[in-house]
């Protein structure tokens, strides 16, 4: 790779200043045609709206977090297999991955399991011990 090619700074570069890093003002240019409003609105929306889902994730995975460790318990397993297990019970049962995890400690709490989660658990389990 001649040195022209290579990623980042060029010997001789010197550090950007701060004027350069500045947001750049969104008021003097035009506007894709497909956007509505300032040019700056749907990227702090898209901001916001991932500010959310990241909540949103963080407030889910202690209870994602202990299904898979019943699951551990349960079939004497490693945490990587009860992921593993989480996932494809989500993806067969067509089930959002946290419902999936709800409803594995609810049954620990004496909850019934809902019979499509309880089989494919079970197809879960038997793979699982079958390796």
């Given at each position: 790779m001649n040195p022209s090619s290579?990623?980042?700074p060029r010997r001789g570069d010197t550090a950007p200043q701060p004027a350069d890093l500045a947001?750049?003002?969104?008021?003097?240019?035009?506007?894709?045609?497909h956007t509505s409003g300032p040019c700056s609105a749907r990227p702090l929306e898209a901001l916001h709206e991932e500010a959310?889902?990241?909540?949103?994730?963080?407030?889910?995975?202690?209870?994602?977090?202990?299904?898979r460790g019943v699951l551990m318990a349960r079939w004497s397993c490693s945490a990587d297999d009860a992921w593993e297990v989480l996932?494809?019970?989500?993806?067969?049962a067509n089930t959002r991955l946290y419902t999936v995890a709800e409803a594995v400690l609810a049954d620990v709490r004496g909850e019934p399991l809902?019979?499509?989660l309880q089989e494919h658990l079970a197809a879960a389990a038997d793979q699982l011990h079958a390796h």
């Open positions: 290579r990623p980042g947001s750049p003002d969104t008021t003097s240019r035009s506007c894709p045609p959310a889902q990241l909540r949103t994730a963080m407030e889910r995975r202690p209870v994602i977090d202990m299904a996932v494809d019970v989500s993806q067969h809902p019979v499509p």
